[in-house]
């Protein structure tokens, strides 16, 4: 089971903070908590302003409470709190079963370089798993919706809307904003300013990525200061990435299917078509060698992929292997 | 499409290959059930796949035996947590049985506050729970601990430093 962003940290980019601060942050919310005096509060709002870390800390505490009271909503706080101090007990079995995998020797040697990132994604603001997509309306009125595997951080205040995208691939639907903040989307490839539009973006790992324009137009811009934004109009996608690279084209067909729900593949080799269907299930799937140059053509739910693996082999000569629940590998029939 | 992510596959797989059989072993001789291993192992390799490595795993055991030992923690962990939910349910006078769905919602929320309070004297867990969840005030708090107003403001300030350093390391 995967774990729910509950408990996530605010803003992790920002750094570790003086543990003297946080003692500070943590005694003036106790503190105020209850005694809210105008003298007290001045002091606290002095102390406050002292020091962006001081604002960081606060800030943290506030999201911290924030996501207890979120977690425990649901159960209702009087079956949560009573749950909650049961612990102990499971504290001990667990550290039972601690021991336990302690004897068979739990090496944490060096890990891949990969695992840095992962936890970065992990910890995004909005995120799907593999095979969920998800919409959802931002304050402003901006639509977003997320394909799957995908990782957002948002970046909302006083002057700027920003969107940060981590993992994946995402929609938006612009929203003009009363207050007048500019809006952008960050990406590894570069930062992207729509025009009164609807696009989709996606990474397309190793530094690639791929805008997709439906509506109005979007500016694209490298990473470097002095790059020239360049223009993706409607009915054309454009891949670009921190290097510098651009390259605009028509809007490929299929593009926006997976907001319905499909995929849509037209001549597509079979092994690029079982890696965007990967997406959408989880565990390994690939094909042989022998299988990856077959083309794929039609119209696939994304809901049923079992489904679309049965159909592959009545429209190809394959024959769909399953090893496990997790590995499934297409080869020729 | 992304060839990383293809490389990524290939890296899973030979894991898979060279360490699976080991894998099951080693679950095997310490849970002492196959099936329990057996899937221990799909689910170990299951968050393999999804951590996305990029790159040859320098000690592929290792991380293997540390993700099961996770698992295995968070397993136990829930189990209990789920065993006290509904205790709790059952003690409560006007319980609405939740769906399936919702418990498995509310379990896992609480597994990680659970987990935010690990180590915390279970003073402090009493106090932050009265405070941050049942919403008293720190004179109620304390008539039923036998304390002070301020030893539970100063222990609350305490506790949420400790739950700061749960979340940010």
Redesign the interface.
Known sequence: MDHLPLLRPHAPEAGAIDPKVIRQAADWWARLREDASAAERDRFEHWRRADPAHELAWQRFSALTRDVAAGVAQAGPSVASRTLLQAPLIRSRRTAIRAMVAAVGVGLGAWAVGERDAVRRLSADLRTGTGERRSLTLPDGTRVELNAGSALDLRYTAERRELVLLQGEIGIVTARDTLGRPFTLRTRGGVLTPVGTHFLVRDLEAGRMRVAVLEGAVDVRGLAPDDAPRRVQAGEQAEFSANGAFQSGPLAPGASAWLQGMLIADEMPLSDFLDELGRYRPGLLNCTAEAAGLRVVGAFPLSDTDRVLAMLQEILPVRVRRYTRYWVTVGLA | ??????AS?AE??SV?QAHHQWLRG?LQR?LGNACDAADLA?DT??RL???????????P???L??IA?RL??GR??RA??EA??A???A??PSAVE?SVE?RA??I???T????????LP?TS??IF???????L??AEIGERLGLT?NAV??S???A??H??A???G
């Open positions: 499409m992304p060839s990383s992510s293809f596959r899973v797989q898979y080693v310490k799909h390799f299951e796949i999804r951590a996305n490595v990029r790159e040859p795993l320098l000690e055991r290792a991380y035996r540390t030992t295995l923690i136990a962990r209990a947590l006290a939910y205790e709790t349910l003690l409560q939740p919702a919602l509310i896992e929320a609480l990680q506050i659970c987990e935010l309070l690990d180590t279970m867990r009493r729970l009265m405070a941050q969840i049942d919403g005030s720190y107003p403001q100063k609350l300030a305490r949420l430093v739950c700061y749960a979340v940010y």
